[in-house]
């Protein structure tokens, strides 16, 4: 009830009061004199008492209304208060010093203070010295702003222990406008800052092996091509001295000589496979399209390595050809990949034989089949052999030279020509790869 209507009900219950006193003080000679004034004073009497009655029934109401707001807001207020205490997060009130007025559960831990004694700390006790500065300027321009968002901050413990914090402040207004009290919630982001952390130094480290991976390429290709130079002078000498000894007939000599000529010759490829890998790596080998046999392009390339063979007395097969089988590729990287297979196949075959395979697939497709009888790989070697450097014997007397990059400049291509290239083995009965390309490259 507010107080026009108290004034009310004490006003009509003041004119009754009234009214009944005169009715006393007059009734002797009203009863006598005049019955009728008498009976006109009892019914105001008996309206004003019903008017009483009316009054009192409105306060009872009203009185019932304003327990149950009560109520209603003692429990809203016990809500409020359990949802500012359990809340996950700091919250607390300040006013516009940041004197700290109130304060949860939550941010007592985080500042590792009980809640009694954290009433009346200043909330720039728990920023670092070297923040200080920055914190009261900030602290000084919210009546302005009114709000700050997610403010990130490195704050302090009461054992000096730093965390990060997040702070979102709102300030609070009265009906006049004026800044009364500050309004914090504070939330620990220490975890996500580490990770943060984290992820910059990962990038980081990422960037350092890019920029290292591009160093090296450049130095692969820089060292690759500074070395074919003297080994080409190399190559051409000793093959000069070889034709010039021809008619001599010492036999020392030219074996030495032939020596020269046939070690340099394998320096030079193993040159080649690490300048063309680091191409490949690089990605900066353009394949260079054109139409071909691909059938007479095998036959070719087994002409070409018998002498290898034969040097084991091993037999080179080509398997019957649908000829021609034409496509769109590089031809030059085309028939590197068969050497790389065939000669693959020859170096780790003691006897036996290797075959080659070409044929048609359905969809404009054509496949390449490479099979040897050699000493096989073992399944749990299979899944790296087209990596790069890699040797299922990596020792440094094993018996098969080479820089294990065949392989992988073959995986590389076959990838580049968007083909697949997959490989069956068993350990002492032989190796076949089985390559897959469109006919026509994109």
């Given at each position: 009830?507010n107080i026009?209507?108290e004034?009310?009900l004490?006003?009509?219950?003041?004119?009754?009061?009234n009214?009944?006193?005169?009715l006393?003080e007059?009734?002797?000679?009203i009863?006598?004199t005049?019955?009728?004034?008498?009976q006109?004073?009892?019914?105001?009497?008996?309206?004003?008492?019903?008017?009483?009655h009316?009054?009192?029934?409105?306060?009872h109401?009203?009185?019932n209304?304003?327990?149950?707001?009560?109520?209603?807001?003692?429990?809203?207020?016990?809500r409020?208060?359990?949802?500012?205490?359990?809340a996950?997060?700091?919250?607390?009130v300040?006013?516009?010093y940041?004197?700290?007025?109130?304060?949860?559960h939550?941010a007592?831990?985080?500042?590792?203070?009980?809640?009694k004694?954290?009433?009346?700390k200043?909330?720039?006790?728990?920023?670092?010295?070297?923040s200080?500065?920055?914190?009261?300027?900030?602290?000084n321009?919210l009546?302005k702003?009114n709000?700050?968002?997610?403010w990130e901050?490195?704050?302090?413990?009461?054992?000096?222990?730093?965390?990060?914090?997040?702070l979102?402040?709102e300030?609070?207004r009265?009906?006049?406008?004026?800044?009364?009290?500050?309004?914090?919630?504070?939330?620990?982001i220490?975890?996500?800052k580490?990770?943060?952390?984290?992820?910059?130094?990962?990038q980081l480290?990422?960037?350092?092996l890019?920029?290292?991976?591009?160093?090296?390429?450049?130095?692969?290709?820089?060292?690759?091509?500074?070395?074919?130079?003297?080994l080409?002078?190399?190559?051409?000498?000793?093959?000069?001295?070889?034709?010039?000894?021809?008619n001599?007939?010492?036999?020392?000599l030219v074996?030495?000589?032939?020596?020269?000529?046939n070690?340099?010759?394998n320096?030079?490829?193993?040159?080649?496979?690490?300048?063309?890998?680091s191409k490949?790596?690089?990605?900066?080998?353009?394949?260079?399209q054109?139409?071909?046999?691909?059938?007479?392009?095998g036959?070719i390339?087994?002409?070409?390595?018998r002498v290898?063979a034969?040097?084991?007395?091993l037999e080179?097969?080509?398997?019957?050809?649908?000829?021609?089988?034409?496509i769109v590729?590089?031809?030059?990287?085309?028939r590197q990949?068969?050497?790389?297979l065939?000669?693959?196949?020859?170096?780790?075959?003691e006897?036996?034989?290797?075959?080659l395979?070409?044929?048609?697939?359905p969809?404009?497709?054509v496949?390449?089949?490479v099979?040897?009888?050699?000493i096989?790989?073992?399944?749990?070697d299979?899944?790296?052999?087209f990596?790069?450097?890699?040797?299922?014997?990596?020792?440094?007397?094993?018996?098969?030279?080479?820089a294990?990059?065949?392989l992988?400049i073959?995986?590389?291509?076959?990838?580049?020509?968007q083909?697949?290239?997959t490989?069956?083995?068993?350990?002492?009965?032989g190796?076949?790869?089985?390559?897959?390309?469109?006919?026509?490259?994109?």
């Amino acid at each position: 009830m507010n107080i026009d209507q108290e004034n009310i009900l004490l006003h009509k219950i003041e004119i009754a009061a009234n009214r009944i006193n005169v009715l006393y003080e007059n009734a002797a000679e009203i009863t006598s004199t005049q019955p009728q004034f008498l009976q006109q004073c009892l019914e105001e009497l008996s309206l004003a008492l019903e008017e009483l009655h009316i009054a009192e029934e409105e306060l009872h109401l009203k009185n019932n209304e304003l327990a149950e707001a009560w109520q209603i807001a003692e429990r809203e207020r016990q809500r409020y208060q359990e949802l500012f205490e359990f809340a996950p997060d700091g919250y607390f009130v300040t006013d516009t010093y940041g004197r700290i007025q109130e304060a949860n559960h939550a941010a007592a831990e985080l500042f590792n203070i009980s809640s009694k004694y954290l009433i009346n700390k200043l909330v720039i006790n728990f920023v670092p010295e070297e923040s200080r500065r920055n914190f009261r300027l900030m602290l000084n321009q919210l009546p302005k702003i009114n709000r700050i968002q997610e403010w990130e901050i490195c704050l302090c413990k009461r054992d000096k222990q730093s965390f990060y914090g997040s702070l979102t402040v709102e300030t609070v207004r009265n009906q006049s406008d004026t800044v009364i009290s500050l309004r914090w919630l504070l939330r620990d982001i220490t975890t996500r800052k580490q990770a943060e952390e984290e992820l910059h130094q990962t990038q980081l480290q990422n960037l350092q092996l890019i920029e290292a991976d591009r160093l090296k390429t450049q130095f692969i290709s820089t060292i690759s091509h500074e070395l074919r130079t003297p080994l080409n002078a190399i190559l051409g000498f000793s093959n000069l001295l070889l034709r010039r000894m021809q008619n001599q007939h010492d036999e020392c000599l030219v074996g030495m000589v032939e020596r020269i000529f046939n070690n340099g010759k394998n320096l030079l490829k193993l040159i080649e496979a690490i300048l063309d890998f680091s191409k490949l790596e690089a990605r900066r080998i353009n394949l260079q399209q054109d139409t071909f046999d691909l059938a007479d392009l095998g036959i070719i390339t087994c002409d070409e390595l018998r002498v290898l063979a034969q040097q084991k007395a091993l037999e080179l097969e080509v398997q019957d050809l649908q000829r021609p089988i034409t496509i769109v590729n590089d031809r030059v990287r085309l028939r590197q990949i068969l050497v790389n297979l065939l000669s693959n196949g020859i170096k780790f075959t003691e006897k036996g034989c290797v075959s080659l395979e070409i044929g048609e697939l359905p969809n404009d497709r054509v496949v390449i089949i490479v099979q040897d009888t050699g000493i096989g790989i073992n399944l749990t070697d299979q899944p790296h052999i087209f990596k790069e450097f890699w040797q299922a014997n990596q020792t440094i007397n094993r018996p098969h030279n080479g820089a294990g990059l065949g392989l992988a400049i073959t995986g590389s291509l076959v990838e580049l020509m968007q083909g697949s290239i997959t490989v069956e083995s068993q350990p002492g009965k032989g190796t076949t790869f089985r390559v897959e390309l469109p006919r026509c490259i994109g």
